[in-house]
C-alpha cells in the first residue's frame, strides 16, 4: 500500500501507424515496484518504451493487459492523480503568459483555493529559482529556464510522486546541473521522483533504482550495483614507492600504472587485489586505498549490447 506504484505484467500493444494490420509491443511484460523516497530512473534508447510507461503510469492510456496502481488505487483516477505532479516530454506553455499567470492555471486546474496557490507559488518558485523572473512572459525564457517552470508545474500541489519525462534532454551542461539538483532536493524532502532519460550518464548519478528497458523488454531493473555484472567491477589500490625503487618494481610487476605521483593496479578480483596489496605491503611500501570500480551504467548497456550481438 505504501509503495507508490506497482506495475504487474504491464503490457501495451499499439497497432502501427501504417500498417493497422500490424502490432507494436511497446511494453512487454513489465513488473515493477516503486519505492517511496526514492528516485527511480527509467532509460532506453529512443522507442524504447519510456514515454508509454510513463503515459500509462499517469493513466493517460490503458495497458492492453496487466495492472498499475498507484497508493493502493487504480492508475488514472482522481484519488490517484491528486498525489502525482508529471512532467511531460513536450511540455507546451502559452508564450504569452508570464511564470506566474502559468503557475496560477496549472494551480487552479489540480483545484487548489486561490490563497493556497499565492503561497504554493511563491514557494515553487522560489524553489526552481524563478521568483525574479516571475512576471516575464515564458517566451522570453531559456530552454532550461522553461524546464524549470515544467517542474514547478508539476509540484505545485505539493505530489508525493513526480514523473518526469525526459528533464534533462535539450538542455546545456548548466541547465542539466539544475533540474539534476531540483530533483535531488526533491528526494530529500522525503518525495518519490520517476524520470526517464535516454543518457544513461544523467540517471546513473540520481537514481536509486534503475530500469533499462530495449525495444519495451526489461532489460534490467535494481539499484546499480545490482544490474552490474560481478564480472564487470575491478578492483583497484594505489600505493607508493620511492622514486629511486620504481624501476626495478615496474621491471618485476606488470600492470602498475602512474596517476600522478601515484602508483596502481588493477586487477579482476578482490582476492587477486589482495595477494598483490600483501606482496607491495611485505616490500615496505605503504597502500593508499583499495576497492572496488564499477563500471558506468553506459558500459553495461554497451557491453551487453556487444555480447548479444556477437
Ligand atoms: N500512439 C502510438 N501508436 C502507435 N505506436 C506508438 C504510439 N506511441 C508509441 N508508439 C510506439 O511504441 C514504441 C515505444 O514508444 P515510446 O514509449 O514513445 O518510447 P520512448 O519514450 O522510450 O522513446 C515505439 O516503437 C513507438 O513508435
Ligand atoms: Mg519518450
Same mark, same amino acid.
Request: proline letters at 5%.
Given at each position: 500500500?505504501?509503495?507508490?506504484?506497482?506495475?504487474?505484467?504491464?503490457?501495451? /500493444?499499439?497497432?502501427?501507424?501504417?500498417?493497422?494490420?500490424?502490432?507494436?509491443?511497446?511494453?512487454?511484460? /513489465?513488473?515493477?515496484?516503486?519505492?517511496?523516497?526514492?528516485?527511480?530512473?527509467?532509460?532506453?534508447?529512443?522507442?524504447?518504451?519510456?514515454?508509454?510507461?510513463?503515459?500509462?503510469?499517469?493513466?493517460?492510456?490503458?495497458?492492453?493487459?496487466?495492472?498499475?496502481?498507484?497508493?493502493?488505487?487504480?492508475?488514472?483516477? %482522481?484519488?490517484?492523480?491528486?498525489?502525482?505532479?508529471?512532467?511531460?516530454?513536450? %511540455?507546451?506553455?502559452?508564450?504569452?503568459?508570464?511564470?506566474?499567470?502559468?503557475?496560477?492555471?496549472?494551480?487552479?486546474?489540480?483545484?487548489?483555493?486561490?490563497?493556497?496557490?499565492?503561497?504554493?507559488?511563491?514557494?515553487?518558485?522560489?524553489?526552481?529559482?524563478?521568483?525574479?523572473?516571475?512576471?516575464?512572459?515564458?517566451?522570453?525564457?531559456?530552454?532550461?529556464?522553461?524546464?524549470?517552470?515544467?517542474?514547478?508545474?508539476?509540484?505545485?500541489?505539493? %505530489?508525493?510522486?513526480?514523473?518526469?519525462?525526459?528533464?534533462?534532454?535539450?538542455?546545456? %551542461?548548466?541547465?542539466?546541473?539544475?533540474?539534476?539538483?531540483?530533483?535531488?532536493?526533491?528526494?530529500?524532502?522525503?518525495?518519490?521522483?520517476?524520470?526517464?532519460?535516454?543518457?544513461?550518464?544523467?540517471?546513473?548519478?540520481?537514481?536509486?533504482?534503475? /530500469?533499462?528497458?530495449?525495444?519495451?523488454?526489461?532489460?534490467?531493473?535494481?539499484?546499480?550495483?545490482?544490474?552490474?555484472?560481478?564480472?564487470?567491477?575491478?578492483?583497484?589500490?594505489?600505493?607508493?614507492?620511492?622514486?629511486?625503487?620504481?624501476?626495478?618494481?615496474?621491471?618485476?610487476?606488470?600492470?602498475?600504472?602512474?596517476?600522478?605521483?601515484?602508483?596502481?593496479?588493477?586487477?579482476?578480483?578482490?582476492?587477486?587485489?589482495?595477494?598483490?596489496?600483501?606482496?607491495?605491503?611485505?616490500?615496505?611500501?605503504?597502500?593508499?586505498?583499495?576497492?572496488?570500480?564499477?563500471?558506468?551504467?553506459?558500459?553495461?548497456?554497451?557491453?551487453?549490447?556487444?555480447?548479444?550481438?556477437?
Amino acid at each position: 500500500m505504501d509503495n507508490p506504484i506497482v506495475l504487474q505484467n504491464v503490457s501495451k /500493444l499499439f497497432t502501427h501507424p501504417m500498417k493497422i494490420w500490424q502490432k507494436v509491443e511497446a511494453v512487454s511484460n /513489465l513488473s515493477i515496484t516503486i519505492r517511496k523516497g526514492e528516485i527511480t530512473g527509467i532509460v532506453g534508447h529512443n522507442g524504447a518504451g519510456k514515454t508509454t510507461t510513463l503515459k500509462m503510469i499517469m493513466g493517460f492510456i490503458r495497458p492492453t493487459s496487466g495492472t498499475i496502481s498507484l497508493f493502493g488505487k487504480e492508475a488514472g483516477s %482522481p484519488e490517484a492523480l491528486q498525489h502525482i505532479g508529471f512532467l511531460p516530454e513536450h %511540455p507546451y506553455f502559452y508564450s504569452h503568459l508570464t511564470a506566474w499567470e502559468i503557475l496560477t492555471y496549472f494551480g487552479s486546474l489540480s483545484g487548489m483555493s486561490s490563497k493556497n496557490l499565492a503561497t504554493a507559488k511563491e514557494r515553487v518558485l522560489k524553489k526552481v529559482g524563478l521568483y525574479n523572473d516571475k512576471d516575464r512572459p515564458l517566451r522570453t525564457f531559456s530552454k532550461g529556464m522553461l524546464q524549470r517552470i515544467g517542474i514547478a508545474q508539476a509540484i505545485i500541489h505539493d %505530489p508525493e510522486l513526480i514523473i518526469l519525462d525526459e528533464p534533462m534532454s535539450g538542455l546545456d %551542461p548548466a541547465g542539466r546541473r539544475e533540474v539534476k539538483e531540483l530533483i535531488l532536493e526533491l528526494k530529500k524532502q522525503g518525495k518519490s521522483v520517476v524520470l526517464s532519460s535516454h543518457i544513461l550518464s544523467d540517471i546513473e548519478i540520481l537514481s536509486d533504482r534503475i /530500469l533499462v528497458l530495449t525495444k519495451g523488454k526489461v532489460e534490467s531493473w535494481g539499484t546499480l550495483k545490482e544490474i552490474i555484472p560481478t564480472s564487470s567491477v575491478q578492483w583497484i589500490f594505489s600505493f607508493d614507492v620511492p622514486d629511486s625503487e620504481k624501476d626495478a618494481l615496474f621491471a618485476e610487476i606488470k600492470d602498475i600504472k602512474m596517476d600522478g605521483a601515484q602508483l596502481s593496479i588493477v586487477k579482476q578480483s578482490k582476492q587477486e587485489m589482495n595477494e598483490t596489496i600483501k606482496d607491495i605491503l611485505s616490500r615496505g611500501y605503504d597502500v593508499y586505498s583499495a576497492g572496488p570500480v564499477y563500471p558506468t551504467l553506459e558500459e553495461i548497456v554497451f557491453e551487453k549490447k556487444e555480447v548479444n550481438n556477437a
